[in-house]
């Protein structure tokens, strides 16, 4: 009786194992090519929402700065604006003028003085300012769009000035 050859007990061939180990490596490389692209947008996308949102949170800050330094009488808020009057002596050397004015312009947020118009923060789609008119209390709201980001931001500032008493004769 011829014998045949059992091939229950043997192994893989050497080029089956070479095979095996190529396609192994075109998917890793295909894997590892598409985590990188995934890697790069998530990278430019943060980038550009964080750009937006600093450039925001500043122009907020920078309105907030100069509510607290009027009193609660000295803030208009009307449509998209804010017009304050700060007290005397409550001015910078770059900036000596006591009346400023927030508004939108397009799509700017824009600050005006005797010093001049500054943009403080571009891409502004909505300007709500809202003044509780028992407190005092001044709402910012905007809303930033940018590269497929829309950064709502908003905040309450209190004037912390007090009117300067009136003095009795």
């Known amino acids: 009786m011829p014998k045949t050859a059992s091939r229950a007990g043997s192994g893989h061939t050497l080029i089956e194992l070479v095979v095996v180990m190529v396609l ?5 490389g295909a894997a590892f090519m598409g985590i990188l692209r995934a890697i790069d947008l998530y990278t430019l996308t943060t980038r550009d929402y964080l750009e937006v949102f600093q450039e925001g949170k500043v122009a907020l800050e920078k309105i907030v700065r100069e509510i607290r330094e ?3 009488g000295n803030v208009i808020v009307g449509g998209e604006s804010i017009e304050i009057t700060k007290k005397s002596g409550h001015t910078t050397e770059a900036d000596n003028s006591l009346a400023v004015t927030f508004f939108k312009n397009g799509d700017k947020l824009q600050r005006t003085s005797l010093a001049g118009t500054f943009d403080l923060v571009e891409n502004v789609t909505v300007f709500n300012p809202a003044r509780d ?12 769009e940018k ?6 931001l908003r905040t309450a500032a209190l004037p912390r000035q007090r009117p300067s ?5």
């Not at 008119?133 to 930033?144: K, Y």
Request: hydrophobic residues 40%; without cysteine.
């Open 165 to 169: 008493p009136i003095p009795v004769p």
């Open 133 to 144: 008119g028992d407190t005092g209390v001044v709402t910012i709201d905007f809303t930033l």
């Open 147 to 152: 590269g497929g980001n829309t950064i709502r």
């Open 70 to 72: 009027t009193t609660p």
């Open 24 to 28: 192994i490596t075109i998917l890793a």
